[in-house]
């Protein structure tokens, strides 16, 4: 396993290694990807080996370019009109798997479907463009567990069972893409993300459903399971600190008190972590799963979470607080 900084020569290496059936850890704007070629079904195998994947829940597949994305799905008009709108970016669109595609059914859990995704991150635009096939990558980190925004968090989630980690520092957004099914002219929402659904209205001036908590609705498989999981309990919307809990906090933090007595910004340093001073919720996202990491001790008897507002991105951030604390 080598940990290699972004460089041409890495870049290019990374490049060839996907070719060559490797496991590369790579850079995006949103989250750092388990990258290996989408078309070989053993490097696919390992991808769910390394991640303790369950087999029942797809892959997104990344490309450099509209073109390569149309090759491997059919996209209708509104999705067309989406990704003109929203690509390079943390945007994943489902659309019906094209017939001529050779993506091995492990890729896509055996559905009809597949997941597509052009990141906008450029030493991930570069490796994909390089290897000159469909990356598959989903999040870099074990199944079920905090989903890594650094090359520390790759290595510390992963180890051994990636060949290689491109370290191309901290994720820019932080949070995992937006998720849209486009199988029909209506997008549906199935995992909200940085880019949000007023925004994409917006944009395209049609109405999206959101379909995340929606059984009814045509379901992404990997939303079902456990996700973003702690090894200790969440305690969300707390209004004070018990005893023995670390705090998670937004915003100002000078009416915050531990219940045994004391404030809040007394707690030892490394007790405490403040998603946003500001209550900058672009911020807190990019800060939410590395202080969720720093606060995962088991010193510690659980993590209080103070209230988020729950607009614009602060809707992703509560969906993956909420799945951390059902965990
Ligand atoms: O930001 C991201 O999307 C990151 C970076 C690396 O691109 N990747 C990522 O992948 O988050 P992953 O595997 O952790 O999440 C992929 C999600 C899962 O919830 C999966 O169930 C869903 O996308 N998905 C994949 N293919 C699907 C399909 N054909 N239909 C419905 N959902 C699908
Ligand atoms: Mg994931």
């Given amino acids: 396993m080598s940990i290699v900084a972004v460089t041409p020569q890495s870049i290019k290496k990374a ?34 080996e390394a991640k303790g994947r369950p087999a029942i829940n797809p892959l997104i597949v990344h490309v450099s370019s509209v073109a390569h994305a149309q090759s491997l799905g059919y996209f209708n008009e509104t999705a067309n009109e989406l990704i003109k709108h929203f690509w390079p970016g943390p945007l994943t669109v489902i659309v019906p798997k094209h017939e001529g595609s050779k993506l ?4 896509t859990a055996g559905l009809p479907t597949v997941a597509i995704r052009f990141p906008e991150n450029e030493v991930a635009r ?5 290897a000159g096939v469909p990356v598959a990558a989903p999040s870099a980190n074990k199944s079920g567990s905090i989903s890594p925004t650094s090359p520390r968090h790759v290595y510390d989630s992963l180890g051994s069972a990636v060949d290689m980690i491109l370290a191309g520092g901290s994720c820019k957004q932080g949070l995992e893409s937006t998720v849209i099914d486009m199988t029909s002219d209506t997008p549906v929402i199935l995992r909200y993300g940085v880019l949000t659904k ?8 049609v109405e999206v459903v959101d379909g995340v908590n929606q059984q009814s609705t045509v379901t992404s498989p990997g939303q079902l399971l456990k996700h973003y999981a702690p090894t200790i309990p969440i305690r969300l919307n707390a209004v004070d600190v018990e005893e023995g809990e670390a705090l998670l906090a937004f915003g100002g933090i000078k009416f915050m008190g531990i219940k045994s007595g004391g404030a809040a910004a007394e707690l030892p340093e490394d007790q405490i972590r403040n998603l946003s001073e500001t209550a900058d919720l672009n911020e ?7 202080h969720m990491r720093d606060l995962d ?12 507002p729950s607009e614009g ?12 604390a059902a965990a």
């Fill in 104 to 107: 091995p059914d492990m890729c």
């Fill in 15 to 48: 490049s060839e290694a996907i070719q060559q059936g490797k496991l590369v850890a790579i850079p995006t704007e949103t989250v750092y990807g388990l990258a290996c070629n989408a078309l070989d079904e053993n490097a696919v195998a390992r991808v769910f």
């Fill in 284 to 290: 807190a996202a990019r800060n939410l799963f590395s």
């Fill in 297 to 308: 001790n088991p010193k510690f008897k659980g993590i209080a979470v103070m209230n988020i």
């Fill in 313 to 324: 991105v602060g809707v992703a951030i509560n969906d993956r607080l909420a799945r951390a």
């Fill in 126 to 130: 570069k490796i994909i463009q390089g």
């Fill in 198 to 205: 007023q925004v994409i209205e917006e944009a395209l001036e």
